[in-house]
């Protein structure tokens, strides 16, 4: 069994690529050493993020993230014990997506407006589900960058 968490949160100024860049350089060292695997996604200023691992960690994690000011709004969407984690192969997986495919990952591919497609996913927790999935199939689908874990 591991935990998981999934959740969104709003840039407090917009990121720039070489601030993501450091965020994901720690995220990876801290979280590979803590157990811990997962996902950021970034797109327009908006982060969702897929966090696995003990609990006792993620929730320690939790914590760090909740008290980071380059972020705002940190809006849990699920929580809870999963039968395996499925981002094994990433200690953070950085993906910089269009709003048009976090839509097409979350089974909302009529609504074209990343904050339409916000307010659905926060509406209908079952959209997380199934955006997690599509997140994980689009990083299946693509090399794996050096810094990635084994
Ligand atoms: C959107 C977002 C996602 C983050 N994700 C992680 C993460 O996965 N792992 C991590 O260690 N820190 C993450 N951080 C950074 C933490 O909030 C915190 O700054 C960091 O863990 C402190 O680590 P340090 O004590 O090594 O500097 C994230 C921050 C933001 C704004």
Same mark, same amino acid.
């Given at each position: 069994?591991?935990?998981?968490?999934?959740?969104?949160?709003?840039?407090?100024?917009?990121?720039?690529?070489?601030?993501?860049? #450091?965020?994901?350089?720690?995220?990876?060292?801290?979280?590979?050493?803590?157990?811990?695997?997962?996902?950021?996604?970034?797109? #327009?200023?908006?982060?969702?993020?897929?966090?696995?691992?003990?609990?006792?960690?993620? #929730?320690?994690?939790?914590?760090?993230?909740?008290?980071?000011?380059?972020?705002?709004?940190?809006?849990?969407?699920?929580?809870?014990?999963?039968?395996?984690?499925?981002?094994?192969?990433?200690?953070?997986?950085?993906?910089?997506?269009?709003?048009?495919?976090?839509? #097409?990952?979350?089974?909302?591919?009529?609504?074209?407006?990343?904050?339409?497609?916000?307010?659905?996913?926060?509406?209908?927790?079952?959209?997380?589900?199934?955006?997690?999935?599509?997140?994980?199939?689009?990083?299946?689908?693509?090399?794996?960058?050096?810094?990635?874990?084994?």
């Amino acid at each position: 069994m591991s935990y998981q968490v999934v959740y969104s949160s709003v840039a407090s100024t917009p990121m720039q690529l070489d601030e993501l860049e #450091d965020l994901r350089e720690r995220a990876q060292d801290n979280n590979a050493e803590d157990g811990i695997t997962g996902a950021l996604v970034y797109v #327009d200023g908006f982060f969702l993020q897929i966090l696995e691992g003990p609990q006792e960690r993620v #929730d320690g994690l939790m914590r760090r993230i909740g008290r980071d000011l380059r972020h705002e709004d940190v809006t849990v969407l699920q929580a809870g014990e999963v039968e395996a984690a499925a981002f094994t192969g990433w200690s953070m997986a950085y993906v910089s997506a269009t709003p048009r495919q976090v839509a #097409d990952w979350a089974g909302l591919s009529g609504t074209k407006k990343l904050p339409e497609v916000w307010e659905d996913i926060h509406q209908d927790r079952s959209r997380v589900t199934q955006l997690s999935a599509g997140i994980l199939a689009a990083l299946n689908a693509e090399p794996k960058l050096p810094g990635d874990a084994d």
